[in-house]
């Protein structure tokens, strides 16, 4: 597609459920990122692929959340036993590489994925 | 780990005015990148800075890279309304190149 997609817009949960997320990157880009806003915060880093392979995931803030890219295209957030501090704007965006000479390595956000945990 | 600190946190100008945000961070970064996010909206990439020192200008907004690749800083002259949204500066930095962090954000509010 033209740009980032994400999956669903909007998800209203309760808690203790369980929760999918999906993003589907720009064609061709081999870096996808996972970010965590809430409402008047800067996105906070939670995991990077860089194709397949989880390149860094110290931002995932504990066990209940695991994210794949088993393809190296689409990625699948998950998030086990939801609370309702998990409640945010889950935003995806994917680069065409990491920076490196003619690339910048800027990202290209999705429209987020809004969760609220009940 | 890595964290990037920005200030102020709000900023409110008349039309015409100018408008300074500050990025400061706690470890030494390898690039810079600035980002706006219009209410409502995703953040979308602004500008690269990575050379030590580095000015480089868009229009009426100029960024700036410290000497020390520690500290940046956004500056927009004669603030227009379609100036308004939160701008965030992102650093990559430490032994994650890849890894992105942002920071916290400045809100801009501009009244006509």
């Known amino acids: 597609g033209a740009g980032v997609s994400q999956t669903p817009s909007n998800k209203v949960t309760e808690k203790g459920k369980y929760v999918e997320l999906r993003c589907d990157p720009i064609s061709g880009h081999t870096a996808l990122y996972w970010y965590r806003q809430s409402l008047g915060q800067g996105p906070e880093f939670l995991i990077y692929?860089?194709?397949?392979?989880?390149?860094?995931d110290s931002g995932l803030p504990n066990d209940r959340f695991f994210a794949v890219r088993p393809e190296g295209s689409v990625s699948t957030l998950k998030i086990q036993r939801t609370e309702r501090g998990d409640s945010a704007v889950y935003l995806c965006?994917?680069?065409?590489?990491?920076?490196?000479?003619?690339?910048?390595?800027?990202?290209?956000f999705g429209e987020g994925s809004r969760l609220t945990v009940l | 780990g890595q964290q990037v600190m920005q200030i102020p946190q709000y900023q409110h100008v008349q039309e015409g005015e100018d408008f300074t945000t500050y990025c400061n961070s706690s470890t030494t970064l390898s690039n810079i990148q600035w980002y706006k996010q219009r209410p409502g909206g995703h953040p979308v990439f602004l500008i690269q800075l990575v050379k030590s020192g580095e000015v480089k200008k868009q229009k009426r907004l100029t960024f700036q890279f410290g000497e020390a690749k520690k500290n940046s800083s956004l500056h927009i002259t004669a603030t227009q309304t379609t100036d308004v949204g939160t701008y965030f500066c992102?650093?990559?930095?430490?032994?994650?190149?890849?890894?992105?962090?942002f920071g916290q954000g400045t809100i801009l509010t501009v009244h006509p």
């Open positions: 965006a994917s680069s065409l590489d990491l920076p490196g000479p003619g690339n910048t390595g800027e990202l290209f």
């Open positions: 692929f860089q194709g397949t392979g989880a390149a860094d």
């Open positions: 992102a650093g990559r930095g430490g032994t994650s190149y890849g890894k992105l962090t």
